[in-house]
């Protein structure tokens, strides 16, 4: 298997862009979430899906962040429009059970 | 909201020595989860622990379930260069509508090892 696979693993971007995150989770998971990873906070839940369907966004820091999962396979965390607080790097993670797998993460910097 | 605690925070340990960390918390947890993160990457799970008291081991590394299940325990023998990064414990509990609220990464220990 090829473990979930984000894309891109680095983006920088301009104040005020949009920014599409993107996340493919490994096939046969139910459950898939966001994360966010800085120095200050550590690894913080954004939101998470159960077989597509939003089901805590609780974590979503802003309206500018939204997600959408609209098949099995694909996932995306979209920032519109982008602030410099939001550089950090964004984890997606998916599961079938308890046990969280994660992808390599995309490296985030907004300036 | 519910929190783990990690310590130590940092270690910094010779090659070859034995390495212990644990993980705390003030509710119960129904499974728990030790992960390591290596620098650039995302976390990996190492173990998963699923009743409390269970001692597992993989290669190097054991971890335990408390009995109390609200703590764990992670150590790391014979220790060697590539242990180098952060280990993170995660608890999830079920019986819960709200299964993300019921998973959560305490903030981590970071281990330098010296040559």
């Known amino acids: 298997d090829a473990g979930v696979i984000q894309s891109p693993r680095h983006e920088v971007t301009e104040m005020g862009q949009e920014v599409t995150l993107r996340c493919k989770p490994i096939s046969g998971h139910d459950y898939l979430f966001w994360y966010r990873q800085t120095m200050m906070r550590g690894l913080e839940l954004l939101i998470y899906f159960n077989n597509n369907v939003p089901i805590d966004d609780s974590g979503m820091p802003e309206d500018r962040f939204s997600a959408k999962m609209p098949n099995a396979s694909f996932s995306t965390l979209k920032i519109q429009p982008s602030e410099p607080r939001d550089s950090a790097v964004y984890f997606c993670?998916?599961?079938?059970?308890?046990?969280?797998?994660f992808g390599p993460g995309t490296r985030l910097t907004v300036l | 909201g519910q929190q783990l605690n990690q310590s130590p925070q940092s270690m910094f340990i010779q090659e070859g020595e034995d390495v212990s960390m644990n993980c705390t918390s003030s509710?119960?947890?129904?499974?728990w989860l030790w992960y390591k993160q290596d620098p650039g990457e995302g976390p990996v799970l190492l173990i998963a622990l699923y009743k409390a008291g269970e001692l597992t081991s993989n290669g190097r590394l054991t971890a335990q379930f408390g009995i109390t299940r609200k703590d764990s325990f992670l150590n790391i023998s014979a220790s060697i260069p590539s242990d180098v990064g952060i280990y993170f414990c995660a608890g999830q509990r079920y019986g819960d509508d709200n299964y993300g609220q019921n998973f959560v990464f305490g903030p981590g220990t970071r281990l330098s090892v010296l040559p």
């Open positions: 509710s119960i947890f129904n499974t």
């Open positions: 993670a998916s599961s079938l059970l308890a046990t969280q797998y």
